[in-house]
């Protein structure tokens, strides 16, 4: 699970950096940046040492969500669709993915491999991709 997430963050931040040459956190909605304001706040009431850790996109995106990441990519489906194909096909594979991780309650074997096979469609997207 952090593997794939570690992956779409570089994934996300390369491709972000190349398209809006450099910093690109203030092209992200609005919506995640202020969650993402709220967790940095948080972090650093806890550990108010860390308070130039933050100023990149690269830094910031690290807070992010699963669903924080489908969001961008969604935002900016122009710079993502040649890596995913289509929106449905990847909307639910991150809903099955998000569903696989969220819910504490037991799931069926069918939701437990639909889970298993959105994280390898996403793998295999993000390992061919992101070198």
Known sequence: IDDIEKKMRRFIDKKMMLNFWGDYWGKIPG???????????????????EKDNFQKGKDRINFCDIMDYF????SYWNLFQN????RAE?????????NGLMHVREMNRIERKQGEASVEWLLKILDKKIK
């Open 71 to 74: 969001q961008i990519i969604q």
């Open 31 to 49: 919506d995640i940046q202020e969650r993402i304001e709220s967790r940095i706040k948080e972090r650093l009431r806890r550990q108010p040492y």
């Open 90 to 98: 990847l909307q639910k594979h991150f809903k099955d993915y998000r």
């Open 83 to 86: 890596y995913f194909g289509s």
